[in-house]
């Protein structure tokens, strides 16, 4: 870790650990833009990179605090945490080899799922955090242009990575390990600043947010981003449909199904489809899907050491000589299994069901902000953004991981923020409701006529 990697690490961690919850907030997302994974400790054999440390410092902050202890364990926190116990523990005794990165890897998982748990209470959060994010990205896409027009990424300066070109152009690297994960970043908010856009009060900042995300999928140059951002906007359009959901999901179902069965191509050939008109690698990724189900007997139990995957292609896209994994669905499979892949996809399940019961009670309830449900509908479009993502691409060897736990924890957070009101209305209206007993019956007891023995006594 140089200077200036450590003078930008220790600034944030100040940020995060003293500033309140809000700023904490933007200093995490902040070290997502601005700190990079060439920046590390090696500690006993672990690798603390900057990012990690960065986390480290906000889980402090939220426990110190007692932060964490202003949520209830929901739905989805129940998922995540069978997802990751479950998969790091097959993995371990399954394997023999990556251990330590295994529970690095969960190790980041609950911390940045729980800190940004912690932070993001409610839609106010989320929607002023938006307004402040666009003033780092701004300094951040000026980086990103230094870097296309003079082929030299001003990151390098802290451990980041060398531009590459596709077709004599240049794909932006930025802070991150990869072009495509760079796009993902600018794809992945792109749905949110839609949905500020509906907020009369920061529709300039919400303008800048969506010119600025569009930008960095630009200055990828990568495919992936460039159709995962498409997807965003698509589940954008649908918002005419809103109250029909349940009827575009059936008509979505029927649609994969009649691909399936005119396509001379299995289905998961899609993505190779798709790449010949947005770029990049689309026949990796479904061959990829291909022979990983072909040979499904080999780690649909417990998974599989990635050496046996080194015949799975002509070629070896890696210099490690096995089967480049782009597929985040599959890596849970190939490291835990079956059902580790399962836990998975249900875990996004889950965060869609309870968006969608949050719209509910939007839509019930006047008590609620009216702007509400276009940032529930925006997370709903950010997480079909990350799932199109990871067909093509992993989160495991940068800091996008961090990206993708922020916007699953605000999922959770805001959701159960709309639940909680309906709840607390209903008590409100039931104690109003005792209440207007209670007067009715004193009402009778001072009117009601007095008893023979009374009387006598008069």
């Keep these: 870790m140089n200077d200036i990697g450590a003078s930008i690490l220790i600034i944030l961690i100040a940020l995060v650990f003293w500033a309140p919850r809000r700023w904490a907030l933007v200093g995490m997302m902040a070290g997502v833009l601005y700190l990079t994974n060439g920046q590390v400790l090696n500690v006993f054999g672990f690798n603390l990179f900057a990012i990690r440390l960065l986390e480290l410092a906000g889980f402090a902050r939220v426990m110190a605090r007692k932060e964490l202890l202003l949520f209830k364990l929901n739905g989805i926190d129940r998922v995540f945490i069978s997802l990751y116990a479950y998969s790091t523990l097959v993995f371990l005794i399954r394997s023999n080899v990556g251990q330590a990165y295994a529970i690095g890897m969960m190790v980041d998982a609950s911390l940045c799922y729980f800190t940004f748990r912690a932070l993001i209470i409610s839609i106010d959060d989320l929607k002023w955090f938006l307004c402040i994010f666009v003033i780092f990205l701004l300094p951040y896409v000026a980086l990103l242009l230094v870097e296309m027009l003079t082929r030299e990424n001003p990151f390098v300066l802290i451990g980041g990575e060398s531009f590459v070109e596709r ?41 800048y947010g969506i010119g600025l995300c569009l930008g960095i999928v630009y200055l990828s140059n990568s495919g992936g981003p460039l159709s995962a951002a498409a997807m965003g906007l698509i589940g954008w359009l649908f918002w005419i449909f809103k109250t029909k959901m349940s009827l575009v999901r059936r008509l979505l179902v029927c649609l994969i199904i009649t691909l399936a069965s005119v396509m001379e191509a299995p289905i998961w050939y899609l993505p190779a489809k798709v790449s010949s008109f947005s770029g990049g690698d689309g026949w990796h990724r479904s061959r990829l899907m291909e022979v990983a189900f072909e040979d499904i007997d080999q780690w649909w139990l417990a998974g599989m050491d990635l050496e046996q995957t080194k015949d799975w292609f002509p070629y070896h896209p890696v210099a490690t000589g096995v089967a480049d994994i782009t597929n985040q669905y599959l890596a849970f499979g190939l490291d835990s299994g079956f059902l580790a892949m399962v836990l998975f996809i249900f875990l996004i399940t889950r965060a869609f069901q309870a968006i969608g019961q949050a719209l509910e009670i939007v839509r019930s309830s006047a008590k609620l902000p009216n702007d509400t449900e276009y940032f529930l509908w925006g997370l709903g479009c950010v997480i079909l ?74």
Excluded at 181 to 191: D, I, K, N, S
Excluded at 415 to 435: P, V
């Design 385 to 458: 953004v990350h799932i199109s993502t990871w067909l093509g691409i992993t989160y495991t060897f940068d800091q996008t991981y961090v990206i993708w736990f922020m916007h699953l924890a605000a999922v959770s957070s805001i959701s159960q923020a709309c639940i909680e009101t309906k709840i607390q209305a209903a008590k409100d209206i039931n104690l109003g409701q005792n209440r207007v007993r209670q007067n009715i019956y004193r009402k009778r007891d001072i009117t009601k006529p007095r008893n023979s023995y009374d009387n006598a006594r008069i």
């Design 167 to 207: 077709n004599g152009r240049l794909r932006c690297m930025g802070s991150f390990r990869h072009s495509s994960l760079l796009g993902t970043l600018g794809a992945a908010f792109l749905p949110l600043y839609v949905a500020l856009f509906f907020d009369r009060n920061n529709r300039i900042r919400a303008f």
